[in-house]
């Protein structure tokens, strides 16, 4: 009975060291820049990658204005000595076409009290939000918007990385 457990004790650590280091491998794939998502034509880490008519433009983070995120600061509140604030933002579509992807970009601003503290959208990796399974896009001339509650007040650095029509 013994060597049974011990077997089986080897099996799942065996897993959880190898999800570790697939996990590891993939995060430390969009640290280098290799996001999640394909961009043909190969904006990089300082751009955001447009693509519409399967015909690839690649933005300047900042320049890009198509598409674009409003914020709104809905309540700021001090509990046990930590600041938090609530924010809603909205993705604004305002083109004629169907928003079928879109990632966006995070850095250290955005420290989320918790990990029920996102709503509306996916983190799918350090430093990048997605659209959840349930919204399979955004309508032309349609908003989605998501919120969230970080540590402290200040707004968060919130960039579209890479868009799909």
């Given at each position: 009975m013994?060597?049974?457990?011990l077997?089986?004790?080897g099996?799942?650590?065996?897993v959880?060291?190898?999800?570790?280091?697939?996990?590891?491998?993939?995060?430390?794939?969009?640290?280098?820049?290799?996001?999640?998502?394909?961009?043909?034509g190969n904006?990089?880490?300082?751009?955001?990658?447009?693509?519409?008519?399967?015909?690839?433009?690649?933005?300047?983070?900042?320049?890009y204005?198509?598409?674009?995120?409003?914020?709104?600061?809905i309540?700021?509140?001090?509990d046990c000595?930590?600041?938090?604030?609530?924010?809603?933002v909205?993705?604004?579509?305002?083109?004629?076409?169907?928003?079928?992807?879109?990632?966006?970009?995070?850095?250290?601003?955005?420290?989320?009290r918790?990990?029920?503290?996102?709503?509306?959208?996916?983190?799918?990796?350090p430093?990048?939000?997605?659209?959840?399974?349930?919204?399979?896009?955004?309508n032309?001339?349609?908003?989605?918007?998501?919120?969230?509650?970080?540590?402290?007040?200040?707004?968060?650095?919130l960039?579209?990385?890479?868009?799909r029509?």
């Open positions: 013994k060597l049974i457990i077997v089986f004790l099996l799942l650590l065996t959880a060291l190898v999800t570790a280091q697939n996990s590891d491998d993939f995060n430390d794939a969009v640290a280098r820049g290799r996001p999640p998502y394909s961009c043909p904006c990089g880490g300082e751009h955001t990658c447009h693509i519409k008519d399967n015909k690839c433009t690649c933005y300047d983070h900042g320049h204005r198509e598409v674009y995120l409003v914020f709104k600061c309540n700021s509140w001090v000595g930590r600041t938090y604030t609530q924010y809603d909205t993705i604004v579509n305002p083109t004629d076409c169907n928003i079928l992807d879109i990632y966006i970009g995070y850095d250290y601003t955005f420290r989320l918790d990990s029920s503290s996102l709503w509306n959208m996916v983190r799918i990796s430093g990048i939000l997605t659209l959840p399974n349930y919204q399979q896009s955004i032309a001339h349609a908003s989605y918007t998501f919120g969230f509650i970080i540590e402290g007040n200040r707004q968060p650095n960039s579209i990385l890479y868009i029509f």
